[in-house]
Nanobody, 122 residues
Framework: QLQLVESGGGLVQPGGSLRLSCVGSGITLDKSAIGWFRQVAGKEREGVSC????????NYADSVKGRFTISRDNAKSTVYLQMNNLKPEDTAVYYCAGNRDCSPYVWSFGSWGQGTQVTVSE
């Protein structure tokens, strides 16, 4: 079974950058599409970005297009989310999860990590 662990969150000022990492174990990561999601307390979890198992395709939420970049290194069993020009509204707990493909349905993803907190504030 795929197990995922996120890291890289923290406190950053508006306009700053962070790079999140999602490390997979259990089974080879290269068989799974990986999505990044975020959740604010009291709100539904929302999709941020997703990358195919091979890395040849990716998609982004409109709110992060042009600022966030997803990538993967299957040799390191790691998927990254580079976040630039961060805004206060990006503040959330960020999660990664796996799926057979980049489905638009959050509920179809599994193997959720524990999450990493990103806070964008002065």
């Amino acid at each position: 079974q795929l197990q995922l662990v996120e890291s890289g969150g923290g406190l950053v000022q508006p306009g700053g950058s962070l790079r999140l990492s999602c490390v997979g174990s259990g089974i080879t990561l290269d068989k799974s599409a990986i999505g990044w999601f975020r959740q604010v307390a009291g709100k539904e979890r929302e999709g941020v970005s997703c990358i195919s198992s091979s890395g040849d395709s990716a998609n982004y939420a409109d709110s992060v297009k042009g600022r966030f970049t997803i990538s993967r290194d299957n040799a390191k069993s790691t998927v990254y989310l580079q976040m630039n020009n961060l805004k206060p509204e990006d503040t959330a707990v960020y999660y990664c999860a796996g799926n057979r493909d980049c489905s638009p349905y959050v509920w179809s993803f599994g193997s959720w990590g524990q999450g990493t907190q990103v806070t964008v504030s002065e």
